[in-house]
């Protein structure tokens, strides 16, 4: 069997702990080539992931006719150009989230995609954990019944990822907790609620602890050879927003870098047969342990059930799930208008907390 052969653009931390990894896995892969301004650290990560091709201009990357598909990877800002370029170039593209900084850059991506007839994939990669996937087939089963209300947080008490560096800079990054980690609970728990569309949103940002903030650890030390960190940091430590969706469900959102506040991952489902809460400490380790419980009754009485999982990379879930789309010519997880529906309710709470009012969506 002829090997995928993947392009990555970027070298910043979750290349090197989550994608670099979790693709040169799978047997059938090769990664050829990586792209990164920041030389130091291109030398560095290619020599040590054996990565023969390097480049600092991400379009001689492209030019690579052997390169099949396409991973983006760097700061938000530059996601729509890269991708609609590896699009435009005949590559698929797995791009980190968010996508892009607002609806119209996302529309642009899909578009393309759509025209080029490639595979266009959200890295949402919770989608993939065992809680997330046990939730959702139990839930496609009608073993839930309606999914009408929920709340998603991710909360973290002292902890800015980069601070000072690209995460902390709008710019670049597009916004705070909510546009870094918030998104995954947002998609997260909208999948689960069978992907209702958004009617209005409503939401507040705050930033209160920018003279307390201290370094997440995120991305670690040893992934920033190289890095530059201006001191900037004009984004949210906290978010907050209710959303709305066609179907009369409704969604609770949190997130946050800092906060006087417990900590962790946190998502509560309320359907009309059976509940769930899912609770993880974000230094959680195995994704096996991430606190799943059920809420139902049987034979007239109320029941708890805490489901045992077989633990899961879901990293690895994410990677084997898009050589196959590519292979198997088989739609990706991340559908267009899921993906669009995220980036138009952030791109919406951050309108509402700016005006102060309600949004409603077109």
Known sequence: MEKVKIGIIGAGGIVQYAH??????????????????????????????DIPQKFTDYQK???????????????????????????KNGK???????????????????????EKNKKFMAAFCHRFDNT???????????????????????LRRRGVPGLGGWFTTKKLSGGGPLIDVGVHMLDTAIWLMGSPDPVTVSGSTYNKFKEQAINGGWPPSCSRTGDKYPGTFDVEDLATSFI?????ATLFLEASWSGNSEQGLFLSLFGAKSGASVKQ?????????RGLKIFTEKGGELIDISPILTDVNPYEKQ???????????????????????????????YLSAEKGEEIRLR
């Open 319 to 349: 990677a084997a799930h898009f050589i196959e789309c590519i292979r198997e010519n088989k739609e990706p997880i991340t559908k267009p208008k899921e993906i669009l529906n995220v980036i138009k309710i952030i791109e919406a709470i």
């Open 281 to 289: 400490s974000e230094e959680g380790g195995k994704t096996g342990e």
């Open 92 to 114: 698929h593209v797995l791009c980190e989230k968010p996508i892009a900084l607002n609806s119209k850059e996302a529309g642009e991506m899909l578009k393309t995609a759509e």
């Open 244 to 248: 709305k969706f066609a179907n009369g």
């Open 61 to 87: 990357l492209l030019s690579q006719e052997e390169i099949d598909a396409v991973i983006v990877c760097t700061p938000n800002a530059f996601h729509k150009e890269q991708a609609v370029a590896a699009l």
């Open 20 to 49: 670099i990894p979790c693709f040169q896995k799978l047997g059938d892969v090769e990664i050829v080539a990586i792209c990164d301004p920041n030389e130091p650290k291109l030398k560095e990560v290619a020599e040590k992931s």
């Open 132 to 154: 997330t996937q046990f939730l959702k087939k139990s839930i496609d089963r009608g073993e839930f019944g309606e999914i009408y209300y929920a709340k998603a947080n991710y």
